[in-house]
């Protein structure tokens, strides 16, 4: 079996490009909060921000598992690059679309992180990394993501009530 090495910038460039992307979310997460507020819909502010910087620490984690060569280090670069990319798409460029106006991540997402998610991924395959160990380890980066994010942040969500029951006279 192929051992796949994939050089440490490759680490350091998914950080970064996390740093921003995740930086642009949190400085405009109150017009995502708008957003969904159009929906009828209160988004908790503070518990996306502390989710988007648990996030990116996460993403600062891979270079300590590279630089110790753990074995797993590059799959899961690799698959954290690939859920990135479909976050880029679905949802952040799909939103911006469909309600014609910015979402908050879309300019980092489309200008950055996608192109920069592509090289990884196209590095990740030049370096042996099969499309099959790409995807798995998407999954299994997707998968507690996506069940931190509903966990945290999309048990917080809560549905506007039409209207205030009426004071009691007096």
Not at 40 to 56: D, E, F, Q, S
Not at 82 to 96: G, R
């Amino acid at each position: 079996m192929q051992e796949t090495v994939m050089d440490t910038f490759w680490f350091w460039l998914f950080f970064g490009l996390l740093v921003l992307h995740n930086g642009e979310e949190y400085l405009f997460a109150d017009r995502l909060a708008d957003v969904f507020a159009g929906r009828g819909l209160h988004l908790p502010l503070t518990r996306l921000r502390i989710a988007l910087v648990i996030v990116t620490l996460a993403g600062l984690a891979l270079i300590p598992a590279k630089m110790t060569q753990m074995s797993a280090a590059d799959p899961l670069l690799a698959g954290a690059a690939l859920v990135m990319l479909a976050n880029a798409v679905i949802p952040h460029l799909a939103a911006t679309v469909i309600l014609r106006r910015y979402t908050a991540g879309v300019v980092s997402a489309v200008l950055l992180m996608a192109p920069g998610c592509v090289l990884i991924l196209n590095t990740a395959l030049a370096a042996g990394i099969a499309g099959r160990t790409i995807v798995w380890a998407a999954l299994i980066v997707a998968g507690p993501l996506l069940l931190f994010l509903w966990l945290f942040i999309g048990a917080g969500l809560m549905r506007k009530g039409h209207a205030e029951p009426p004071a009691p006279k007096r």
